[in-house]
C-alpha cells in the first residue's frame, strides 16, 4: 500500500468522477495492493480483446472495503476475508480471486539467499522482540550449519494498514498462543518491537538498507528487489523454500468447498510442501448491484481472467484459482442478482 | 453660443457622472468580491475545525481528556492514545529548534555581519532555494541517504555513551536509521530556511547608527552582535523561530519516511517513534470507522490546537517587536 490519506481521497474523486462520466465502458474497483500487479497484467489483455478497460486504483484492501460499501466503484478486492455478518450487512458477497505467497526477508551479513530457516514460534518470537540476536539460540538451533552472528535484529513491520500483515500476523498467531492471545491478527495490530515502514516496498527497502533486518512482503516484491529470502519449516515440519509450487500446494489443501462466502485463511496448511505463509485476495460485489451492467461486465471480465489468465498470474509468481473451485465461484455468482434476475447469466454468455 | 456651451456643459456632466457611477459601481462589485474572500477563509477554518470536532466526536465522548495521556495504541482492545504521537511530535520539534536555532541564528549572523558582499546573494538564494524543496523530497533522501549512514557512522559513536549513568539511556542504538533522531535531523534542516531568513530580515532591522557607533567604540564583531544586534532584535527573534515550530509541528511526509512508525515512547533517541502527522498519514487509510477513525480526527484535532497556540504566539511576540 503505497498511499495515504491523499491517495485515498484522490482515488475517491477520481472514481467518483468516473461513475459521473460517461466512461461506462470500464469496469471500477479498488483496493488490495497484492493483486494489483495481476489487475494490471489481466486488463491489458481483457482490453485488447474486447475494448473494455479495467480502473483498478490499488489503495489498500481497508479502502477498497470503503469504497465498495460506498458503491463508488463497482467491486473491491481484500487480502483479509470479510466475515459473514459485515458481508450480509452490506449486501456483499466475496469470492477469491489469486493467491500467492509472503517471505520474510532479511539482511543479515554473511548469510547468502536461502541460508536461513525459520519456523513460526521463532517468527512470533522475533517479531514479539522477546529474540534479539541473530544467535539466539532458538535461531541456531533451525540452522545448526549456519553462522550466525551476534547482532541486534531490527525487526521492520508495515505501518499502514495492509492485507499483507493480516496473513502474517495469521500465521504467528498460529505458532505462537501468546501472539494470538495479546497481539491478534488483523490489518494493523500492536507491534511491540520494530520499525514501521510505509508499504511492501516501504518495507523492502528498509530492510535492503538495514544491517540486520528482517521484514515480510509479498514473494513479487522479494523476488523483484532481489531480497535474500528465508526458508519455513511448515506445519507438516518440513523445511520449503518459497516458490510457486510451494504455493500452488498450500492453496491446494484449502477447504474451499465447506467454507461459508469462501472464508479460508491459507497459513499454515498441512501438506509436505505447502509453503505456510500463503495468502489469498478476494473480490467484493453487491449482490443487489445499483448498475446491473457494470456488474456483469466485471463478473465476465473475472471469468475471462479465471479461465485465460493463468498463465500471466504464473508468470507475475502467484497462483491462479484451480478450476473446480472456479466451477463453486460461478455457481455463487447466481445470487448477484438484478431485478430478480442473475445478472451474470444475463448478460454473458 | 451659450445654448451650444450649456449643451456642451451638460454633455459632460451626464458623461461624467456615467463614469462616476461605473466607477461606484466597480467599487462596490470589488468591495464585495474582495468580501467574499475573507469571509470565505474565515468559513474554512471554522468548517475544518467544527468537521474535525464532529468527526472526533465519538472518540472525545468516550476517553474524553485521557486521550491525551494515554500511550497504548491498540486496534484489537480498542484503546487509541495520544501520548506516544504527541511525544514524537513535540520531542522532534524541540531537538530541530535546539540544532536549527544555532545554525540559523549563525547564517543569519554571517550574511547582515561578516559576508563579503559578493558572497551575500549566493548564500541568501541558496538558503532560499532550501525552502522550495518538496518534502517528500527531503523523505526520500533521509530515507535513502540519511538514515543509512547515520546507522553506519553516527549511532554507533553515540552509542558508546551508553557506559553513562541516566543519560546514557538516551543513546541505546536500534540498529536502524529510521528513528526520532534522524526524523528532528530532517526538521532541522527544513525549518533552517524559514528561521535564517526571518533573523536575517529582523537583524537588518538594528539601526546602522547603534551597529555603527558600537563599532566605532571599538567593539568586535562579537560583542556587537551579542551586545547590539541580539538584545535590539530579541522578539522579532523569537517569532521567526515560533514560525519554524510551527513548520516542524505540522510536517508529514518527511517524517513519516524516516521516524521509524512506533506506538512506543522510548528513552532512546534511537529508537523509531512517531509523530501525530505521521500516524494519521500511515494509518487514516485503513482504519475501520468508529472509534479507530475518530481517534485519529481527534489527532488531527490535538495538532491543530498545538500549531495554533504555537503561531498565536509568534504572531503576537512578532506584532509586539514591531510596536517596540
Redesign the interface.
Known amino acids: 500500500m503505497k498511499t495515504a490519506l491523499l491517495a485515498g481521497a484522490a482515488a475517491a474523486v477520481i472514481s467518483l468522477a468516473m461513475s459521473g462520466a460517461a466512461l461506462a465502458a470500464d469496469i471500477t474497483g479498488a483496493g488490495s495492493t497484492f493483486i494489483y500487479p495481476v489487475f494490471s497484467k489481466w486488463a491489458d489483455a481483457y482490453k485488447a480483446k474486447t475494448g473494455i478497460g479495467l480502473n483498478y486504483q490499488s489503495i489498500g484492501s481497508g479502502a477498497g472495503i470503503k469504497q465498495v460499501e460506498a458503491k463508488t466503484v463497482t467491486f473491491g478486492a481484500t487480502d483479509k476475508p470479510l466475515s459473514d455478518a459485515e458481508l450480509t450487512k452490506n449486501g456483499l458477497v466475496q469470492f477469491p480471486m489469486i493467491q500467492g505467497g509472503i517471505v520474510p526477508i532479511f539482511n543479515i551479513d554473511g548469510v547468502k539467499p536461502g541460508g536461513l530457516v525459520l519456523d513460526a514460534p521463532t517468527l512470533a518470537g522475533i517479531y514479539q522482540g522477546k529474540i534479539k540476536k541473530w544467535d539466539d539460540a532458538a535461531i541456531k538451533a533451525l540452522n545448526p550449519s549456519v553462522t550466525l552472528p551476534s547482532a541486534p535484529i531490527v525487526v521492520v513491520h508495515r505501518a499502514d494498514g495492509s492485507g499483507t500483515t493480516f496473513n502474517f500476523t495469521t500465521y504467528l498467531g498460529q505458532g505462537s498462543q501468546d501472539w494470538a492471545d495479546n497481539i491478534g491478527a488483523d490489518t494493523t495490530v500492536e507491534w511491540p518491537a520494530g520499525v514501521g515502514a510505509k508499504g511492501s516496498d516501504g518495507v523492502a527497502n528498509t530492510v535492503k538498507q538495514t544491517a540486520g533486518a528482517i521484514g515480510y512482503v509479498e514473494f513479487a516484491y522479494a523476488a523483484q528487489n532481489k531480497l535474500s529470502y528465508a526458508d519455513m519449516k511448515n506445519a507438516a515440519g518440513k523445511t520449503v523454500e518459497p516458490s510457486l509450487d510451494s504455493f500452488a500446494a498450500a492453496a491446494s489443501s484449502a477447504d474451499w468447498k465447506n467454507a461459508k462466502n469462501f472464508n479460508v485463511v491459507i497459513t499454515n496448511q498441512p501438506g509436505d510442501n505447502s509453503w505456510p505463509i500463503a495468502a489469498s485476495t478476494w473480490v467484493l460485489i453487491h449482490t443487489q448491484p445499483d448498475d446491473a451492467a457494470a456488474a456483469g461486465e466485471a463478473l465476465k471480465f473475472f471469468d475471462w481472467a479465471y479461465r485465460n489468465g493463468k498463465d500471466d498470474a504464473k508468470g507475475l509468481d502467484y497462483v491462479a484459482i484451480p478450476d473446480s473451485v472456479v466451477t463453486l465461484i460461478e455457481a455463487s455468482w447466481a445470487n448477484i442478482t438484478s431485478g430478480g434476475k442473475p445478472v451474470f447469466a444475463a448478460s454473458a454468455m | 453660443m451659450a445654448v451650444t456651451t450649456s449643451g456642451t456643459f451638460d454633455a459632460s456632466q451626464t458623461a461624467m457622472s456615467a463614469k462616476a457611477r461605473q466607477v461606484i459601481l466597480q467599487d462596490r462589485i470589488f468591495y464585495y468580491l474582495a468580501l467574499a474572500s475573507a469571509v470565505l477563509v474565515v468559513l474554512v477554518l471554522v468548517g475544518v475545525m467544527v468537521s474535525l470536532i464532529v468527526g472526533a466526536w465519538p472518540a472525545l465522548s468516550h476517553s474524553g481528556l485521557s486521550f491525551l495521556w494515554t500511550e497504548?495504541?491498540?486496534?484489537?482492545?480498542q484503546i487509541f492514545g495520544a501520548l506516544a504521537p504527541i511525544y514524537g511530535t513535540i520531542v522532534t520539534s524541540v531537538i530541530a529548534m535546539i540544532i536549527g536555532i544555532p545554525v540559523s541564528f549563525g547564517i543569519a549572523m554571517f550574511l547582515t555581519e561578516l559576508c563579503p558582499q559578493p558572497l551575500r546573494r549566493p548564500i541568501g538564494v541558496a538558503v532560499e532555494l532550501l525552502a522550495g524543496i518538496p518534502s517528500i523530497i527531503y523523505g526520500l533522501w533521509g530515507?535513502?541517504y540519511l538514515?543509512?549512514w547515520l546507522?553506519?557512522h553516527f549511532q554507533p559513536v553515540f552509542g558508546a555513551l551508553v557506559v553513562i549513568p541516566v543519560i546514557g539511556a538516551l543513546f541505546v542504538?536500534?540498529?536502524?536509521?529510521?528513528?526520532l533522531f534522524t526524523a528532528s535531523l530532517i526538521l532541522a534542516i527544513m525549518v533552517l530556511p524559514f528561521i535564517t531568513s526571518i533573523t536575517r530580515d529582523v537583524f537588518q532591522t538594528v539601526p546602522t547608527l547603534l551597529r555603527e557607533s558600537a563599532y566605532g567604540m571599538g567593539m568586535t564583531t562579537w560583542e556587537v552582535v551579542r551586545s547590539i544586534v541580539i538584545p535590539y532584535s530579541r522578539v522579532g527573534l523569537v517569532g521567526g523561530v515560533m514560525l519554524g515550530l510551527g513548520r516542524a509541528l505540522g510536517e508529514t511526509m518527511a517524517v513519516?519516511?524516516v521516524i521509524?512508525?512506533?506506538?512506543?515512547i522510548s528513552a532512546s533517541l534511537f529508537d523509531?517513534a512517531?509523530t501525530i502527522s505521521?500516524t494519521?498519514?500511515?494509518?487514516?487509510?485503513?482504519?475501520?470507522?468508529g472509534l479507530f477513525t475518530a481517534s485519529l480526527l481527534e489527532l488531527g484535532l490535538v495538532l491543530s490546537i498545538i500549531t495554533f497556540i504555537v503561531l498565536a504566539l509568534a504572531k503576537w511576540l512578532l506584532v509586539r517587536g514591531e510596536i517596540k
Do not use: V
Request: proline share 8%; glycine share 8%.
Open positions: 497504548r495504541w491498540s486496534k484489537k482492545a530515507f535513502f538514515a543509512p546507522a553506519a542504538d536500534s540498529g536502524s536509521g529510521l528513528n513519516t519516511f521509524g512508525n512506533s506506538h512506543n523509531p512517531t505521521a494519521i498519514a500511515n494509518e487514516f487509510a485503513e482504519a475501520d470507522p
